[in-house]
T-cell receptor
Framework: ETGVTQSPTHLIKTRGQQVTLRCSSQSGHNTVSWYQQALGQGPQFIFQ???????GRGNFPPRFSGLQFPNYSSELNVNALELDDSALYLC???????????FGPGTRLTVL | GDSVTQMEGPVTLSEEAFLTINCTYTATGYPSLFWYVQYPGEGLQLLLKATKADDKGSNKGFEATYRKETTSFHLEKGSVQVSDSAVYFC??????????????FGEGTQLTVNP
């Protein structure tokens, strides 16, 4: 059984740029959630995707957007990057209706 | 809204010491409760969970009991090892919905175990 994978591992961008992060969900999982973890803090929920539509969103501005594809993989897009967007971005997958989410290793984004 | 409060860290223990990490929560419904562990440079791993009051989750010698009356889910281990050194996160999920649930995390507690 393949776990949750994310790419790239690390990324460095400059303020104002745009970035796309990718996630492949665990085999059979049809729901993907994205979290932002700033240094020294707990993860914060960004949004969740199910059936290729956003289904629940945390307190993040519209420049954070996402996609889910028919194979359940997902992308997180962030426009107009700000210094405070520097964080570890975690993707988690689950089955619809299940309470347990399984996390990938994360993508470390640094905004200069 | 929902929130989770963990005891402040960091926590430093000697090998074979007893561990307690306190966690309390605020939620409007009847959440499920989790402990996740994060090793350096890695993502989150589910350690244990409990879905209703008085349930006890356990794994790898760690235990936590869902206490509705005190809104708590304290993590315990009788004898810690150096390999337990990591950051521990308490989390809750809101009510189950057809689309799954979002997790609300505490700030995390850094545990260091010395030989």
């Amino acid at each position: 059984e393949t776990g949750v994978t994310q790419s790239p591992t690390h990324l460095i961008k400059t303020r104002g740029q745009q970035v796309t992060l990718r996630c492949s969900s665990q085999s059979g999982h049809n729901t993907v959630s994205w979290y932002q973890q700033a240094l020294g803090q707990g993860p914060q929920f960004i949004f969740q995707y199910y059936r290729e539509e956003e289904n629940g969103r945390g307190n993040f501005p519209p420049r954070f957007s996402g996609l889910q594809f028919p194979n359940y993989s997902s992308e997180l897009n962030v426009n107009a990057l700000e210094l405070d967007d520097s964080a570890l971005y975690l993707c988690a997958s689950s089955l619809v209706g299940a309470i347990t989410q399984y996390f990938g290793p994360g993508t470390r984004l640094t905004v200069l | 809204g929902d929130s989770v409060t963990q005891m402040e860290g960091p926590v430093t223990l000697s090998e074979e010491a007893f561990l307690t990490i306190n966690c309390t929560y605020t939620a409007t419904g009847y959440p499920s409760l989790f402990w996740y562990v994060q090793y350096p440079g890695e993502g989150l791993q589910l350690l244990l969970k409990a879905t209703k009051a008085d349930d006890k989750g356990s794994n790898k010698g760690f235990e936590a009991t869902y206490r509705k009356e005190t809104t708590s889910f304290h993590l315990e281990k009788g004898s810690v090892q150096v390999s337990d050194s990591a950051v521990y996160f308490c989390a809750l999920s809101d009510e189950e919905e057809t689309s799954g649930s979002r997790l609300t995390f505490g700030e995390g507690t850094q545990l260091t175990v010395n030989p």
